[in-house]
């Protein structure tokens, strides 16, 4: 705003120029305007009219105003309305000495010495240097203002622009909260699991472990001494999480905790504590992250970080007010789609964990071979999620019950390999199971079903071409019962996306031996 002052008062000062000398002298092409080469009788012209003329159209309206400053110090009558409300008081006539005095905590012999050399010295460099000492910023009353200060050369005076940089420096302050609270939810996004770990601990911890504490312990050090332990591990993850309002309150409990009088009866220090608020101490964080994300879609999320949410965070990120802390979360933010392949394994793990749990058999931690790489998860989040559907289909059809699998020679516990290697420009991924196969007689039932072939060309394909057969669109490698614990896409889907990709997929099998998927992907860019 200040510089589109400078720019008006600069057009209206070099039209008023051309007008007046125009009308009182002859002005031929070659003539320069220029401040250094005007007459004294030109620049007495260009003087008045500085001081004479009403600038008040080009400045009320705006949060700032232009004082003139001349020799004498006196403040010329080029004051608009918005300047007094600006500083609250009228000043045209005053000495600028006691203006800058009222506003700074230079004392008024000190701001008079630094006003006398600007308009003494004659070195640019001294001047300036001597401006960058006045005062620049102040407070007035509840609002911020800014002082800029521009030496007219030539006139001898001296341009000062007020601007109110109130609401400006409420913006930047809500920015940076922003910045905060998009800063936590990235967080949250990217380790999903242990924010609902942490919320369903702290569920725990307030609705039955408080209890306990208090009634298996006579001691009430101790049960403080529980209590704050507790704490501290969910402080510790709320740390992870960028989740600062939770700690804040926190440690504003534990300090209230530290205070409370051991002579306290088990009955007042209970209700003591629940009046402090220790079953609120995520309130403000957790209110704040529902703000961004479904949550109800974040419980059930292990697979893959929801790029789409982190879309909407990318664009109010780039609403905000410029400034470093923005620069280093949007830096930030790019490098956050990109996840390491072990983060996937993590992922797969504990969804393969939690389904062989509700299918009563049992498997050992999913086993990785390969190189340690960075996929962008954005690119690859179809894919990913996709990979779930083999691990799924490995579980339910491959896998045995603990009983089969002793009856046929192997150990109870199942396993799932996934084996990485990058060959020429291409990742090679193998996911195998030590299951019991592929039931080709169940797929074949299943494509006849879906009337996509005769019967007679059912009869005649070869079992790989059977096996084959499994990625067809309607061709389900769950039953009904268990669809709902898919959280993949499909494996006729999955097939799609890679190849959109790209690459390719197929998969093979031995009776009673394994099922193993060969994905083939390009590199990733």
């Known amino acids: 705003m200040i510089n589109l002052i400078l720019v008006l008062f600069s057009l209206v000062i070099v039209s008023i120029i051309a007008f007046e000398i125009g009308s009182k002298m002859t002005i031929n092409k070659h003539v320069d305007l220029t401040v250094s080469k005007l007459s004294p009788i030109q620049g007495e012209v260009i003087a008045d009219l500085i001081t004479s003329y009403d600038f008040s159209q080009f400045i009320d309206g705006f949060n700032e105003t232009l004082l003139v400053i001349g020799k004498d110090l006196i403040v010329q009558p080029i004051l608009t309305q918005t300047g007094n409300e600006l500083l609250t008081y009228p000043v045209q006539g005053k000495n600028f000495i006691e203006v800058l005095s009222d506003l700074s905590d230079l004392s008024t012999e000190a701001i008079g010495e630094l ?64 910045l905060d609270e998009m800063s936590m939810v990235i967080e949250v996004l990217r380790r999903q699991k242990e924010y609902v770990a942490l919320k369903t601990e702290y569920a725990k911890f307030i609705n039955d472990e408080l209890d306990k504490f208090f009634t298996f312990t006579e001691d009430l050090t101790t049960v403080k001494s529980m209590i704050l332990h507790k704490l501290h591990m969910f402080k510790q993850v709320a740390q992870t999480l960028y989740m600062f309002n939770s700690i804040a309150a926190i440690l504003k409990f534990e300090e209230v905790l530290e205070q409370m009088s051991p002579e306290q009866t088990f009955v007042q220090f209970r209700s003591r504590i629940e009046f402090v608020g220790i079953g609120k101490l995520l309130e403000t964080d957790v209110r704040i992250i529902a703000q961004y994300i479904n949550e109800d879609l974040l419980d059930i999320r292990y697979i893959t970080i929801d790029c789409e949410a982190l879309k909407e965070v990318e664009k109010m990120i780039l609403q905000l007010e410029d400034s470093e802390a923005k620069e280093n979360l949007l830096s930030r933010f790019k490098r956050i789609r990109f996840v390491s392949i072990h983060d996937i394994i993590r992922r797969f793990n504990k969804y393969a964990q939690d389904l062989s749990k509700k299918l009563n058999k049992k498997i050992n931690p999913l086993k990785y071979i390969g190189p340690t790489l960075l996929f962008d998860e954005d690119d690859y989040k179809d894919v990913i999620n996709g990979f779930i559907e083999m691990v799924t289909n490995a579980l339910v059809h491959g896998i045995e019950y603990p009983a089969d699998r002793y009856r046929n020679g192997k150990p109870e516990h199942g396993t799932i390999t996934i084996e990485l290697e990058v060959i020429d420009n291409t990742y090679q991924i193998l996911v195998t199971d030590d299951g019991r196969g592929v039931d080709v007689n169940s797929i074949k039932e299943s494509l006849y079903a879906t009337k996509r072939f005769a019967f007679d060309d059912i009869v005649a394909m070869s079992e790989s071409e059977v096996i084959e057969n499994i990625f067809f669109d309607g061709i389900s490698s769950l039953n009904e019962e268990l669809s709902v614990t898919s959280k993949g896409t499909g494996l006729y889907l999955l097939k799609e996306k890679i190849n959109a990709l790209g690459g390719d997929v197929t998969v093979y099998s031995e009776l009673n031996q394994f099922t193993k998927f060969k994905v083939i992907l390009p590199k990733n860019k």
Request: charged fraction near 25%; glycine fraction near 4%; hydrophobic fraction near 35%.
């Open 115 to 178: 006003l006398s050399k600007v308009f003494s010295t004659t070195d640019a460099a001294e001047r300036h240097r001597i401006l960058t000492i006045l005062p620049s910023e102040y407070m007035l009353k509840d609002r911020y203002l800014r002082v800029n200060y521009k030496f007219i050369t030539g006139f001898d005076q001296l341009a000062v622009y007020i601007s109110d940089q109130s609401q400006t420096k409420v913006l930047m302050q809500d920015s940076e909260g922003k």
